[in-house]
């Protein structure tokens, strides 16, 4: 199988990453990093930079399309020439991920319309808009489309898919290869239970994300 | 404060950003990925490329030093540079981070004997041969050194270290900022109680790990 990772300007890391290090692990996967450009793309802080090698346009196909979110998300819904890749990708993809807001990507792509999805907690409406039905799981399928919910839910989601791909037992066994048997040292639970400070904090952040993109010092 | 992620051919990826994603949104918090050299450093997979902006030698102090696992670790471990910065480093650091067998770099620099760490379950005993007691927990402090298991750990240590910097309610809003509210699909456990078929595949791929690191086919 070959796996299509999209790196846009403003990427949360994790929601990548998480994915990716279940995902590279099915074995015979092959992956590319790959974006507009080729070179350096920086996440949202600014102080990560993952390399994409390869252009969209010179991947043919893909069977895996994996699509992260971070405030980059913004812009990138409005870049046709990468909504157009993502359209193009899809079509003849097994499975096309999202993760985090990475929806958004998918609704401005014309894809999620009817569809069953999740997404961030913050961006249950913004992904509303796109005529999808939001979840608040933390990973769905509908289709060949499998929906992640915020950052870290890219390793969830990705085990899950690991699954359909390869069944059970594959998935256990790449569960154990990234030793993922997490114990959140303050306690588990559901965004939707955490206390309204909390939220009001995040939800901040996320509201005056794109300026603080926007006054990011890349250093390279 | 200042995080500095020590980056060398061959780490894993979800060592270094499960961590980061969590420290890196400390309030106030600046974050330098280095290396020996400047330029793309290859993840274990050698499809996955992080930019080090800074050269280790460049930074004179820091407040947090990250060290990741991986494969890489066997050479990292034979680099009498890079483990003098090691050394360098964690003099002055207010705390000093590693995941998975990267507790074999802070072995390797003498910064672990007669401490208490965790590692990755496939690399207690050769912890332990740097004379440390190794734990089976998913994190551990032992005065300034915070040691995390394998790869996904990272994000559970981060938290636990978010904790002691800024407390529980810092790590908590951390926590639901990367969404962190963990629901493996086929569920929960530790390394140590999965099935010996599943244990015996990821020994393998370990033990082979240099092997296939001297493989990869490297896009960049």
């Not at 999202?98 to 249950?124: M, P």
Request: aromatic content about 8%; proline content about 5%.
């Amino acid at each position: 199988m070959h796996m299509t990772v999209v790196l846009f300007d403003g990427y949360t890391a994790l929601d990548i990453v998480g994915g990716y290090e279940v995902l590279a692990n099915i074995p015979g996967m092959e992956v590319d990093f790959a974006a507009i450009d080729k070179g350096l793309v920086a996440a949202d802080t600014g102080r990560l930079g993952i390399a994409a090698f390869r252009r969209l346009e010179d991947i043919a196909a893909t069977d895996l399309l994996f699509i992260p979110g971070g405030p980059g998300v913004y812009a990138a819904i409005s870049d046709p020439a990468l909504l157009g890749h993502v359209r193009r990708l899809h079509q003849h993809a097994s499975w096309t991920v999202s993760i985090c807001n990475g929806a958004q990507i998918l609704g401005a792509a014309g894809l999620i319309e009817g569809k069953q999805v999740t997404t961030n907690w913050f961006a249950r409406d913004l992904v509303r808009a796109y005529g999808a039905t939001v979840l608040d799981t933390r990973f769905h399928r509908d289709g060949n489309i499998v929906t992640g919910a915020g950052v870290s839910a890219s390793i969830d989601t990705a085990l899950f898919l690991a699954g359909l791909i390869g069944g059970e037992a594959l998935s256990r066994t790449i569960q154990l290869g990234i030793e993922y048997y997490p114990a959140p040292p303050f306690g588990n639970g559901s965004p939707d239970l955490q206390p309204e400070r909390a939220k009001r904090i995040i939800a901040g952040l996320e509201k005056t994300a794109p300026q603080r993109l926007a006054a990011r010092n890349i250093p390279f």
